[in-house]
């Protein structure tokens, strides 16, 4: 079963309390020379960046997900561990691998809120010592509910029941920013709710009500089935949090985005003028 949304945060005290128990693992997904700075004690770095997927038809999304796993696999993360996954705050990075754990169907996964920013802040200490982690093998099961594909919001622009979350930046939702692909606009039909809207200016999750009202602002209520996309699958994984948060079960991250999409020229788009 996956984490139960009241779980998927931990704050400081509660990280510090569990962080020599058996089994839990503290990812580090900060850039290298960050987790090199200062780290906290046992924590081991985990690049989200390494690996992207600009096309999400069947046979590249597989190899995608195979290589993934076999970076997690490389952290010796083992399907029974607690995952407890950091980054410098609540961030997209930190979402990116909550996600993505959660698609290939680890049970037990969360996020340090305010990460290492807040671990600091609650005056918990940092290390620069490291040990090599154990390589091993994972098994994996890609959860298919959790991912959408291209065809899925295609498909979807026509279902008046599901939402397609546009989560970027208010220059990338209006075309004015392309971010390098060919083309720049919005997904017909889709709402838009930029992804900092989930945190505070601490940069930790905001509360579940605030969260609730801000996502009804859009149209997603529970039960809303959702789709959310970005430019490359992180911001729009940060919405997945956010939504498992306040307990949606129906969310689908869009992992190819806007570089797969605005690319592709078969798949529609529309540009919205500024108000």
Request: aromatic share 10%; proline share 5%.
């Amino acid at each position: 079963m996956p984490t139960a949304p009241d779980a998927l945060l931990w704050d400081p005290t509660t990280l510090a309390a569990r962080l020599d128990g058996d089994g839990v693992v503290v990812l580090d997904v900060r850039r290298g020379e960050h987790y090199a700075n200062g780290h906290i004690p046992g924590a081991r770095h985990f690049s989200v960046y390494g690996i992207n997927t600009y096309d999400s038809d069947p046979a590249p999304l597989a190899s995608f997900t195979r290589m993934w796993a076999f970076q997690i696999a490389g952290a010796g993360i083992r399907r029974e561990d607690v995952v407890v996954v950091c980054s410098e705050t609540t961030d997209e990075s930190a979402a990116r691998a909550f996600w993505f754990l959660e698609y290939l169907g680890h049970e037990r996964v969360a996020v340090l809120d305010g990460g290492v920013r807040a671990w600091k802040a609650a005056g918990q200490p940092l290390t620069h010592e490291a040990t090599p982690p154990k390589a091993g093998a994972y098994r994996y099961e890609a959860v298919a509910s959790v991912c959408a594909s291209w065809s899925d919001v295609a498909a979807a622009i026509d279902d008046p029941a599901t939402v397609i979350l546009d989560t970027r930046s208010d220059g990338e939702w209006y075309g004015e920013d392309t971010r390098g692909a060919a083309r720049g606009g919005a997904v017909p039909g889709a709402v838009h709710l930029e992804w900092l809207h989930n945190v505070d200016g601490e940069g930790r999750m905001l509360d579940t009500g605030t969260l609730r009202e801000r996502y009804a602002g859009v149209g997603i209520t529970t039960g809303t089935p959702v789709i959310a996309y970005c430019n490359t699958g992180y911001r729009s994984a940060h919405a997945y949090l956010a939504l498992r948060r306040i307990g949606h079960s129906d969310v689908r991250n869009y992992v190819a985005s806007w570089q797969e999409w605005g690319n592709r020229m078969e798949c529609p788009i529309v540009v919205h003028g500024r108000p």
